[in-house]
């Protein structure tokens, strides 16, 4: 497994529970978090798939993420 990083717009717990079906399905449940008080709202990700699949669950539940 890896750990991946990403810059998001996930700003607040509404937002986490939002994103949060997607992420438990793309990379399972307790395999990710978001810092929402970091000020780039980071996305730390442990996964076997590639950065390009996280990025897509994260679009497909409304938000953006960029890997770092």
Known sequence: MKTLQFKTNIKCGGCVAQV?????????????????NDPKKILTVTTEQPAAAVIKAVKQAGFEAEEL
């Open 20 to 36: 949060t079906p997607a992420l438990n399905e793309q990379a399972g449940k307790d395999h990710w978090s978001v810092d929402i």
